[in-house]
C-alpha cells in the first residue's frame, strides 16, 4: 500500500533512520516511480509534515534539521534519471537568496527542469546577491529561479528580483516556495516578467509555452 | 540556579542526563567525580586530573575555592574535547561541604553556530554532489556517443577494406604477369588493410563493450586442452622468428566454465605480444597453475621488457609502451584493453610483471566457479 509505505517512510525520517529511507526510496526507484511523484509524495509531503509538527512545537528543530539532512542525502539515489534527459539547449539559473536557508524545494525545481532538458545550475542557500548578480551576468541563463521559504525573506527577494532587472531587463524570473503559500502573488505586482510557480505542472507549462519553444 | 539538593532524582538526572558539565572538587582543587556528560565531552577522562587540567591554553587562573567562596557564576572558558576541538562552557562554582562543585552550561551562542554551520556544511556537500553527477552524466553521454561513433565508424569501414582485402588477393593470383615492383606494392596494400582490418575489429570490440555489450557465452570446456590448442597455433608463429613455446601444467586443473572464443581473444593477445616484443632464439614458457579458488596462466617471454612508469598504463586504450615489436610487428593500442574488460567480465584477474631490458610476465585468472 502506498499510504504505508509514506508512514513507514515519514516515521523513519522523524527517528532519523537514514538507512530505513534509503531502502524506501531505492524501491520506489525500483519500481520506476515517476520522480515528479516522488518528490511531491515524499519529499515535499514529509517535510511540510515536519514543519507542521515543529510549528505546533511536537517536535525539535534539531528533528526538523535532521530530517532535511536526511532528505538531502537521497537525492543523489535520483540523479542518475535526473540527469540523463537530452538537453534543449536552454540553461537556467536557480537559487534562494540571502539569509535562506530552506533548499530543497529550489532543488527540487532545478532537478524538473533537469528533466525537461534544461541545463540547471543550483547555487544553493543563502546566496549573496552581489554573487547571484556576478553569477548571472557570467553565466546568461535563459531563466532565472529564486525560491523563498520564509516571509520574512520577501524583502530580499524583491531587492534581487529589482537588481536582476536591472541588469537584465528581459530576463526571465520565476519564483516560488512556500512563503508564497500565505503571501498573496500582489507582492510581485510592482515586478515585471515575474512569474510566481505554483507547482511543478505550472512550472512545466510555463517553460513549454510559445515563449520557450525552442 | 544550583539545586538545593544534588540526591535522589536529581541527582541521578544530573549524573545520567543532564547536558552540562558536573564536576565535584576537593579544596585543592583535584576532581573527585564527573557525571556522564563530563566524562563523554571532556578529553581526557577528568577524574583524578586537577581542575585546571582540563582546559584549552588556561591562561586565566581560577582558584576553584576562591571562585566558590566569591560566589562566581558563568565564567566562560574552553575545554579539551574528545572530538578534538576546543569548546567553550560557562563554569559556576559553589561550595559544599566536601570541597567545590562546578557546574559547566554549554555556550548557547556557540551551538547555534555550529549548527548553522553543519547546516551550510551538508548544503555545500549536497550541491557538490548534485554538480559532481551532473558532470558525471555529461561525460557518460560524451562516453556513449564516442562509443556508438566508433562502433558505426568500424563497421562501416570494414566492408570497404574487406574489399581491397579481397581484391589484392585476385591481383595477387595474377602474379604472373606483375612486375617484382608491382607485387611488392600489391604486398604493403595487403598488410597495410589488414592491420586496418585488426584495428577495426578492436574498434569494433571495444565499442561494445564499453557500451557493456560484452555479452559471454559461458560453457563448460577442458581448459588444459583448451590452452594448449592455442598454444600449438601460436606456436607456428612463434616459429618463424626462431621462438620456442613451452608449455607446463603444474598440477591438475578442472573444467572451467568460460566463453571459448573470448577467453582465446585473451590469450591469443598476450602470446602474441609475447612474440611480438621477443628477439629471435628466445622462449616464452606457459604455466598453468592453481591459485585458491581460480585458475593462473602465467605466460612468461625473455622481450624487451615494459618501462616501470607505463606499467600501470598497459591496459588503458590506445596507450602502447612501444609502437612496434622488435621486427616491425604492428599493434593497435586496444588489445590489452580489451583483454582486461574479458578478464573482468569473467570474475577474474590480469596484472603484469616486467623488467626492461628483462621481459614480462603477464598472468591471467578464472574462477573456478563461474558466477553469472
Redesign the interface.
Known sequence: MESDLYDSYFQSLVAGDRRACRQIILGLLETDIDIKTLYLSYFQKSLYAIGDLWAANKITVAVEHMATAITESLFPLVYPRIFMADHCGKKAVISCTANEYHQIGGKMVADVLELNGWDTIFLGANTPLQSLLDFIDTNQPDMVGLSLSLQDNMPNLLTAIGKIRDRHPELSIIVGGQAFSFAASEVLKPTEHVHLIRSFSELEGYIQADAYAT | MRPKSVDNVNARFLNDFAEMIYLRLDNSGRILEANNFAKATLQPNPVGLNFSEIFVAFTQTIDPLQAAQNEMTHVPASVNTCADLPRTFFFSFFKVTEGVDVYGEASGTEVLTL?KTL??T???L??M???L??N???L??LNDIKNQFLGMAAHDLRNPIGAIIAYSDFVMDEAKSLTDEQKEFLSIIKNSSNYMLKLLDDLLDFSKIEAGKLGLDLSRCDYVNFVKRVVKLNSAIAAKKHIQIILNVHEVIPELDFDSIKIEQVLNNILSNALKYSLRNTTVVVNMFMSGDFVTVEVRDQGVGIPKDKIDLIFQPFTRVSKQGTEGERSTGLGLAIVRRIVLGHRGRIWVESSEGEGSTFYFTLPVVAKE
Open positions: 549548527q547546516i551550510e551538508n548544503n555545500e549536497s550541491n554532489t548534485r554538480q553527477q551532473k558525471n552524466s555529461e557518460q553521454k
